[in-house]
């Protein structure tokens, strides 16, 4: 085996464990801070990925609802049910307000991988309670991937959680492309410019 090759097997090892190495110590930090200072009971958990991580005013815009703010790198569902047991059951909120990148795979895998996770939490949560309302945050159009990511696999997404959601009564989902679609200067065309950040990929305040 040549050494370019052998260099190019060990950089493809190495990243996955440098994202697990960077989410455990997110992990760790939270699980610490909660130890030391426990969250409010009665709270909305938002957890996913950076839309909601680079969310800095969550916590006062959702004052009113103690929302917990959980949110750490590009956080699949994989990453989200691994860490269940640390930053989403032991909060027991009163509501779960998710958002992850859309997953790259079939129909049918996403379908199941979604069902999956909302089983994983409803089984292990408090049964002397109700299922925890989950709160889907659907894929939304960005700058960055509107004529590649969106149109292949973003809208899939979407419309893969609402069929879920209109067969489950603890699953919503939110629609948030819709909205931000109607700020496009034509049909067929992306969201206004105004409503993401600088990188053109997360959303501001605005958005």
């Not at 957890?47 to 956080?75: C, K, M, P, W």
């Not at 109700?130 to 659907?138: E, K, M, N, R």
């Amino acid at each position: 085996m040549s050494s370019e090759i052998q260099l190019s097997l060990a950089i493809c090892l190495a990243i996955p464990n440098l994202v697990f190495a960077q989410f455990e110590s997110d992990i760790h930090a939270w699980v610490t801070q909660d130890a030391r200072n426990p969250p409010v009971q009665n709270s909305v958990l938002f957890i996913g990925a950076s839309t909601i991580r680079v969310y800095e005013a969550l916590t006062r815009d959702f004052a009113d609802y103690n929302a917990i703010q959980r949110g750490f790198g590009s956080a699949s569902l994989d990453d989200l049910s691994r860490y269940a047991d640390e930053i989403i059951l032991p909060y027991d909120p009163e509501v779960i307000v998710m958002f992850t990148r859309s997953p790259e795979t079939t129909e049918d895998n996403i379908r199941q991988d979604y069902l999956d996770f909302f089983e994983l939490i409803h089984s292990k949560q408090n049964q002397d309670r109700p299922p925890i309302p989950i709160l889907f945050v659907g894929a939304y159009p960005r700058l960055t991937t509107f004529a590649g990511r969106w149109i292949t696999t973003g809208q899939t997404h979407n419309s893969i959680i609402q069929q879920i959601a209109a067969e489950n009564d603890a699953v919503h989902f939110v629609d948030t492309a819709s909205r931000m679609l109607e700020t496009a200067a034509e049909p067929s065309q992306p969201p206004a410019e105004h409503l993401f950040a600088t990188d053109r990929h997360h959303l501001n305040a605005e958005g």
